[in-house]
Nanobody
Framework: QVQVMESGGGLVETGGSLRLSCTAS????????MGWFRQPLGKEREGVAC????????HYVDSVEGRFTVSRDDASNTLYLHMDDLKPEDTAMYYC?????????????????????WGQGTQVTVSS
């Protein structure tokens, strides 16, 4: 059974930094696209940062470009999201997702429909 678990969320002031981690069990993430999505309260979920298998391709939503960095460590089955210069509009529940069937590369865009294994989320709150 595939399990995906996020950690690292919390409360931070504007301009601060956080690093989210996502650890998967029940599968090997090597060769599979992975991504971070977020959902602010009362709004739709959006793709934030996705990385293709091998880690050579990445895609970021425009609003986080230059501030967030997605990376992966296949040896430890872990995905990271390093977030700098956080803003109140970054406040959301952050979810990790994996294309467990390895159907897509995933590093050129973040399409929610391409991911089938999801974590429960970790809350990020940025105070103004």
């Amino acid at each position: 059974q595939v399990q995906v678990m996020e950690s690292g969320g919390g409360l931070v002031e504007t301009g601060g930094s956080l690093r989210l981690s996502c650890t998967a069990s029940g599968l090997t993430v090597a060769g599979k696209a992975m991504g971070w999505f977020r959902q602010p309260l009362g709004k739709e979920r959006e793709g934030v940062a996705c990385v293709g298998w091998g880690g050579r391709t990445t895609h970021y939503v425009d609003s986080v470009e230059g501030r967030f960095t997605v990376s992966r460590d296949d040896a430890s089955n872990t995905l990271y999201l390093h977030m700098d210069d956080l803003k109140p509009e970054d406040t959301a529940m952050y979810y990790c997702a994996i294309d467990s069937a390895a159907r897509f590369n995933g590093g050129y865009y973040c399409r929610e429909s391409e991911y089938d294994s999801w974590g429960q989320g970790t809350q990020v709150t940025v105070s103004s």
